[in-house]
């Protein structure tokens, strides 16, 4: 099974700050990765397609770079509505989350 | 919009059918997947069914394959989660998805399911 370890687990961070988070695949997964945004009792919403794409909608702020085993979500010039939990998925062979990285407000 | 139905407390060993209905769009040319997420805790991916129109099939996680079946039909707009030899640990708010691009897409505001004695 391909493993997807995410980081950090956490971060704080203050508005206009640059994020990134950090996504490693125990295997080559090609560009095959999704990253997702999750708030307090909500569901998931998706912000990246395979590895780079942004999702039709998501603010351009937001963008993922990365092949092979590792990847990145950057969010550039944190807004508030950009605390939330974020969440890798690799669909390469089967599909597996990442186990999130919450970024709180400093 | 999707909308999933059917959550609620169930006794270990017991068994429950998740409902995902779709209403303004048809649910036929997706493949759909659920996806849970346990209190406090992160989304897991559970499985994922293809559409009639690529061959339908099926695949779970680990964690649930032999227990849990997934499966649509398509006159009724709904996919459906049969969860059978539920424990403790299958406790979580289950959300359904759409899928593009190869990974869910929409997804519903979830329903959920606790496991407890």
């Known amino acids: 099974d391909i493993q997807m370890t995410q980081s950090p687990s956490s971060l704080s961070a203050s508005v206009g700050d640059r994020v990134t988070i950090t996504c490693r695949a125990s295997?080559?997964?090609?560009?095959?990765l999704g990253w997702y945004q999750q708030k307090p009792g909500k569901a998931p919403k998706r912000l990246i397609y395979?590895?780079?794409s942004l999702q039709s909608g998501v603010p351009s702020r937001f963008s993922g770079s990365g092949s092979g085993t590792e990847f990145t979500l950057t969010i550039s010039g944190l807004q508030p509505e950009d605390f939330a939990t974020y969440y890798c998925?690799?669909?390469?062979?089967?599909?597996?989350f990442g186990g999130g990285t919450k970024v709180e407000i400093k | 919009q999707l909308v999933e139905s059917g959550g609620g407390l169930v006794q270990p060993g017991g068994s429950l059918r998740l409902s995902c209905a779709a209403s303004g769009f048809t649910l036929r040319p997706y493949w759909m997947h659920w996806v849970r997420q346990a209190p406090g805790k992160g989304l897991v991916w559970v499985s994922r069914?293809?559409?009639?129109?690529?061959?339908?099939?099926?695949i779970y996680a680990d964690s649930v394959k032999g227990r849990f079946t997934i499966s649509r039909d398509n006159a009724k707009n709904t996919v459906y989660l049969q969860m059978n030899s539920l424990r403790v640990e299958d406790t979580a708010v289950y959300y359904c998805?759409?899928?593009?691009?190869?990974?869910?897409?929409?997804w519903g505001q979830g329903t959920r399911v606790t496991v407890s004695s």
């Open positions: 998925l690799q669909n390469n062979t089967f599909l597996a």
């Open positions: 395979a590895a780079s």
């Open positions: 069914i293809l559409s009639d129109q690529d061959g339908g099939s099926t």
């Open positions: 998805a759409t899928d593009t691009q190869y990974i869910p897409d929409k």
């Open positions: 295997q080559d997964i090609r560009n095959d």
